[in-house]
């Protein structure tokens, strides 16, 4: 295994040009398994504690931001308007 | 609505089909910058009288060969995102309307103040007025008010449809046991088609749809003679 990023570091001496090469696909790789582990771990849509709280999904509160990302809706100014159950 | 010959997306009548319609031309701009480049790129290298028998490399030119086309996908990926999340997003809707798609045929519920229900059925070729568009055109069109954010809630009877309309951006399927949602803002009046997305049979190009976009003010009346109607 460290003789794999011994041979790697020796050819990036000699070919420089690999560098950002590894940046950007380290670096999407990277971001698409933090993106996954968000997934994993906010999503509503998964139950991981069967006993404490089974269905997330059904304990969404009304401004609560599940998405990663808004463009116009700003989550803290939404109102409840619908009964509980 | 579409027209023979149509090579582009039709105009927008959504706001969010108009960010799609940039998101579209931003996009293609750059592949078209690119496929220029590199058809030029083939024509002067199969053209050319150089020759060089030994291995060639250069770690230039590779840099930059990894680094534009990462900033060119970073370019195209940040509008990208942006607008899958805008399409996403449910805008306080002034009315919600149901649609069910069945064979072969749409119907349309409205459910919000009184019970109105009604089924929306293609004019047949031969029964169509002058003026009137083949293949598009029903018998009762889906009425909505303008400026005014609309949810529908689609689902279907039998097998898989697809409720779509090109110029509000639109496409959703409709699917037995299924209820998707989708939301739009119809900017201007007007009477805006679209067909049937997801075959469901003999008769899955003959089931159109037709939304008529009229001012809020007219649309009470609307609705209050169609429930004297039906």
Request: proline share 7%.
């Given at each position: 295994?460290?003789?794999?990023?011994?041979?790697?570091?020796k050819?990036?001496k000699?070919?420089?040009?690999?560098?950002?090469?590894?940046i950007?696909?380290?670096?999407?790789?990277?971001?698409?398994?933090?993106?996954?582990?968000?997934?994993?771990?906010?999503?509503?849509?998964?139950?991981?504690?069967?006993?404490?709280?089974?269905e997330?999904?059904n304990?969404?509160?009304?401004?609560?931001?599940?998405?990663?990302?808004?463009?116009?809706?700003?989550?803290?100014?939404?109102k409840k308007?619908?009964?509980?159950? | 609505?579409?027209?023979?010959l149509?090579?582009?997306?039709?105009?927008?009548?959504?706001p969010?089909?108009?960010?799609?319609?940039?998101?579209?031309?931003?996009?293609?701009?750059?592949a078209?910058l690119l496929s220029?480049?590199?058809?030029?790129?083939?024509l002067?290298t199969?053209?050319?009288?150089?020759?060089?028998?030994?291995?060639?490399?250069?770690?230039?030119?590779e840099?930059?060969?990894?680094?534009?086309?990462?900033?060119?996908?970073?370019?195209?990926?940040?509008p990208?995102?942006?607008?899958?999340?805008?399409?996403?997003?449910v805008?306080?809707?002034?009315?919600?309307?149901?649609t069910?798609?069945?064979?072969?045929?749409?119907?349309?519920?409205?459910t919000?103040?009184k019970n109105?229900e009604?089924?929306?059925?293609m004019?047949?070729?031969?029964?169509?007025?002058?003026?009137?568009?083949?293949l598009?055109?029903t018998?009762?069109?889906?009425?909505?008010?303008?400026?005014?954010?609309v949810?529908?809630?689609?689902?279907?009877d039998?097998?898989?449809?697809?409720?779509?309309?090109?110029?509000?951006g639109?496409?959703?399927?409709a699917?037995?046991?299924?209820?998707?949602?989708?939301?739009?803002?119809?900017?201007?009046?007007?009477?805006?088609?679209?067909?049937?997305?997801e075959?469901?049979?003999?008769?899955?190009?003959?089931?159109?749809?037709?939304?008529?976009?009229?001012?809020?003010?007219?649309?009470?009346?609307w609705?209050?003679?169609?429930?004297?109607?039906?």
């Amino acid at each position: 295994m460290s003789s794999m990023f011994r041979m790697v570091g020796k050819q990036l001496k000699t070919h420089p040009s690999l560098i950002p090469l590894f940046i950007f696909i380290g670096g999407g790789a990277t971001m698409s398994m933090l993106y996954l582990g968000r997934l994993a771990l906010k999503n509503p849509d998964v139950s991981w504690d069967h006993k404490n709280n089974p269905e997330p999904w059904n304990n969404i509160e009304p401004n609560q931001q599940y998405k990663f990302f808004t463009v116009n809706t700003d989550y803290s100014k939404l109102k409840k308007d619908r009964p509980d159950f | 609505m579409a027209y023979p010959l149509q090579l582009g997306l039709q105009d927008a009548t959504s706001p969010l089909m108009e960010e799609l319609i940039q998101f579209h031309d931003h996009t293609l701009m750059i592949a078209l910058l690119l496929s220029t480049m590199v058809f030029y790129t083939i024509l002067t290298t199969v053209t050319t009288k150089l020759t060089n028998k030994n291995m060639l490399d250069s770690q230039g030119i590779e840099t930059i060969w990894t680094i534009a086309p990462a900033l060119i996908l970073i370019l195209i990926a940040m509008p990208s995102l942006r607008v899958l999340y805008m399409m996403d997003e449910v805008n306080n809707p002034h009315l919600t309307v149901k649609t069910i798609g069945h064979q072969w045929y749409w119907s349309y519920e409205y459910t919000d103040y009184k019970n109105l229900e009604f089924d929306s059925y293609m004019i047949p070729t031969q029964d169509l007025i002058p003026g009137q568009f083949r293949l598009l055109e029903t018998d009762h069109r889906m009425v909505v008010p303008t400026d005014s954010p609309v949810r529908m809630l689609i689902t279907a009877d039998d097998v898989i449809h697809s409720w779509a309309v090109p110029t509000l951006g639109e496409k959703m399927d409709a699917i037995p046991g299924r209820l998707n949602q989708t939301t739009f803002v119809v900017s201007h009046p007007g009477v805006f088609y679209g067909q049937c997305s997801e075959i469901c049979g003999a008769n899955h190009s003959f089931m159109p749809i037709s939304v008529e976009a009229i001012p809020l003010i007219h649309f009470e009346d609307w609705s209050t003679s169609m429930l004297a109607k039906i």
